[in-house]
């Protein structure tokens, strides 16, 4: 639905979403209303970006009513389309959309989609940092970064868009079609929105919904998942299909179809007809999942003009993304890092995998519904005390306490301390929570950035 002139459309959620999304709208010529069950009060940081427009708005309770006189709903990613009012509306005639299906069909560039469990927001700032130093015109943003209505808002003009779009997101998909697809993993996460790993996984899938023989996905071949999603036949049969790996396995098979290998400490690249490498020596990020990041956002970058010059400087100069295995400090030879971005189980195990040993983690938050079980080997081989905090931290404790020390706390400023106390020269702090930030914090990035504050102020 792009004609929207005179229409009653009504935006689901306020946020940053709705704060463009609402210009956006205006722009085009629409009557538009937000709702939000938060109060004014509560809302006041966005409210105060949108005094200027003529706006209708239903906060603190959604009204039935009103909905019901709607021509469209847009629902903000943060929105479940399983709420009741929402459903009620669509049993009676207003149509329904997501926020990235209904501003994508607007932009007109070639699109890169990066979605995946985990690592989409740094795939998305290399792809990025890749093509611009090799002077393609881009424009980043969706899930990470400034909603994509700002794009169409800003009056640019680039070469290419790249939006990480989350499974909140792609769940109500249906004509978004990208020119470029990465999938950087795929693991349980947001069980508490989609009920299943399976329900995940399909609100995933979405992505592929409208793959031509012009789509390129670019798939990890060490995630089981990922290669059962490639067996599909809307995947295989419909695109172009590159894959990296960081197992030399995969070496030989790679280098026939395309993508990219680790081999030792260097990758070996099969994007072109030109076999190309580069050497991670004096690569800045840390992890294997960093490598992994690494080498789906080249191909991305490869095919819509990048060049081997500019991925090896940028590679070399790029040092991540705050709350993402962040180095803070060393206090009195205990290292400490802030991995607050880490809110599901995946996340921690690449994290632990990142240490060799000696590691005090303070894990929990609110809980989403997920099985930490998995990660007992891990804790087992590199965990010397585990500190839990949180809505979460007895469900975390009957999965993992008692397999390293397992101190539960009663807040987190405590945990962090604790954390301090209990360490010894040579340790390592790690905040990964694997839980979402939201029953203390309003974000993961103010849990990190907390972290970080009490951390600097502590005296070696």
């Known amino acids: 639905m792009k004609d929207v002139k005179g229409k009653n459309i009504m935006i689901v959620g306020m946020g940053k979403v709705g704060v463009s999304l609402s210009r956006f709208l205006l722009s085009l010529g629409a009557n538009v209303t937000i709702s939000d069950h938060k109060s004014p009060p509560e809302l006041a940081y966005y409210l105060e970006q949108i005094d200027d427009l003529d706006i209708n708005y239903d906060l603190g309770e959604h009204s039935l009513k ?48 990066v979605t995946g469990t985990n690592g989409k927001t740094t795939t998305v700032k290399l792809i990025r940092d890749f093509l611009h130093e090799s002077g393609v015109k881009v424009w980043a943003g969706g899930n990470y970064g400034d909603p994509a209505s700002s794009y169409l808002l800003s009056g640019k003009k680039v070469d290419v868009v790249i939006l990480e779009v989350s499974s909140f997101q792609l769940e109500m998909c249906k004509t978004f079609t990208p020119k470029t697809i990465v999938f950087t993993n795929l693991s349980e996460n947001h069980l508490d929105r989609h ?63 395309g993508g990219v290998v680790k081999v030792g400490n260097e990758l070996q690249i099969k994007a072109t007809p030109q076999l190309d490498f580069l050497s991670l020596e004096d690569m800045k990020l840390k992890g294997l999942h960093s490598v ?60 632990l995998n990142s240490f060799d040993e000696n590691i005090i983690l303070v894990m929990g938050g609110k809980d989403t519904g997920l099985n930490y079980e998995s990660l007992a080997k891990d804790i087992k081989a590199k965990v010397k005390t585990l500190i839990l905090v949180g809505e979460a931290k007895e469900k975390i404790n009957r999965d993992l306490g008692g397999i390293s020390e397992t101190l539960i706390i009663g807040t987190f400023d405590e ?45 070696a």
């Open 66 to 113: 009103l909905f019901l006189k709607q021509d469209l709903l847009i629902l903000s990613p943060g929105v479940s389309p399983e709420l009741k009012v929402i459903q009620y509306a669509k049993n009676n005639g207003v149509s329904i959309i997501g926020e990235m299906e209904f501003v994508s069909a607007f932009i007109q560039e070639p699109i890169i989609a």
């Open 195 to 257: 009920k299943s790993f399976e329900a995940y996984v399909q609100a995933k899938k979405q992505i592929f919904v409208n793959n031509n023989v012009n789509t390129t996905c670019i798939l990890n071949a060490d995630d089981e998942n990922i290669v059962a999603l490639a067996r599909d036949p809307i995947v295989y049969q419909k695109s172009i299909i590159f894959y990296f790996s960081t197992n030399p396995y995969f070496k030989q098979q790679i280098m026939t179809i």
């Open 415 to 459: 945990a962090i301390y604790t954390a301090y106390q209990k360490s010894r020269v040579g340790d390592t702090v790690l905040l990964s929570p694997g839980c979402s930030s939201f029953d203390v914090f309003d974000s993961y990035a103010e849990r990190g950035n907390h972290f970080k504050k009490m951390v600097n102020e502590f005296n």
């Open 292 to 351: 992994e990041n690494i080498m789906a956002a080249l191909l991305a970058a490869m095919e819509h003009g990048a060049s081997m010059q500019a991925i090896k400087k940028v590679v070399h100069s790029f040092s991540g993304l705050p709350h993402r295995l962040e180095y803070v400090r060393r206090v009195g030879g205990v290292l400490f890092y802030n991995d607050s971005k880490a809110t599901n189980v995946q996340s921690v195990k690449k994290a």
